[in-house]
């Protein structure tokens, strides 16, 4: 479930499209079961004016997943700019689990989530690559907002990292949770091309945040090599 809406102006976001609030909600459905489309075709597109309701969004999950078994993501945009509405509905999900996709800086409003949230997928924000400046302070305060599940953090790295930046970070993360996961993911073109990261500045990065951390790992923005959105 993507929320349209976010604060952030990262240099490499990927959604723009979903930095400012939208006038229409959309529900992409499936193509129906048994037709040519069903092969990787696209379904139907229903539109419906913002702002919607509860009601119509926990619907609209139902009629993806009427059994129940999928996980529902929410990602943005900044899906914790709306955290009373995301609230709220969590609960109708159920027992669907609940995954978070967030940049990490707004506590408050993940305090008010963390009940309903089965996993946490933390942006790290590195002002040499996001250019969003040091957000520092806001980052510790959200790792204390989202304890008591579980949670993983990132950082998207491109050819102007710094690699002190990214110690710094991952000392912050490990004051925290030494154990909690790290993901660096090279900057990868929307295209799908290959990363621009040269290795060796790569593995320094690695080698900086495991300096710190005991799980670090490097995954490619593996969405853009599948074309998705």
Not at 9 to 29: G, M, Q, W
Not at 67 to 93: C, D, I, M, N
Not at 154 to 162: E, N, Q, Y
């Amino acid at each position: 479930m993507r929320t349209a809406g976010c604060s952030l102006r990262c240099r490499y976001c990927d959604t723009p499209k979903a930095l400012v609030r939208t006038e229409f909600a959309e529900l992409h459905l499936p193509p129906p079961a048994g037709t040519a489309a069903s092969a990787g075709g696209a379904g139907a597109i229903e539109r419906l004016r913002n702002p919607v309701t509860v009601d119509w969004a926990a619907h609209a999950v139902g009629r993806l997943d009427p059994g129940a078994q999928a996980w529902v993501s929410f990602t943005g945009g900044e899906p914790l700019e709306q955290a009373p509405f995301l609230a709220a509905l969590a609960p109708r999900l159920r027992p669907r689990r609940i995954h978070l996709e967030t940049a990490g800086v707004h506590a408050e409003a993940m305090a008010r989530l963390r009940p309903y949230v089965d996993l946490v997928a933390m942006d790290l924000k590195l002002d040499s690559v996001a250019h969003e400046g040091d957000r520092r302070a806001e980052h510790a305060a959200f790792l204390v907002a989202c304890r008591g599940g579980d949670r993983f953090a990132k950082m998207i790295i491109g050819p102007t990292v710094a690699v002190a930046e990214v110690e710094q970070l991952a000392a912050l993360v490990a004051a925290e949770e030494r154990t909690l996961p790290l993901i660096l993911q090279p900057e990868t073109p929307r295209t799908g091309g290959s990363p621009t990261l040269p290795q060796a500045l790569l593995e320094a990065c690695h080698a900086a945040a495991a300096r710190h951390l005991a799980d670090v790992r490097v995954i490619p923005q593996t969405h853009k090599f599948l074309r998705l959105p």
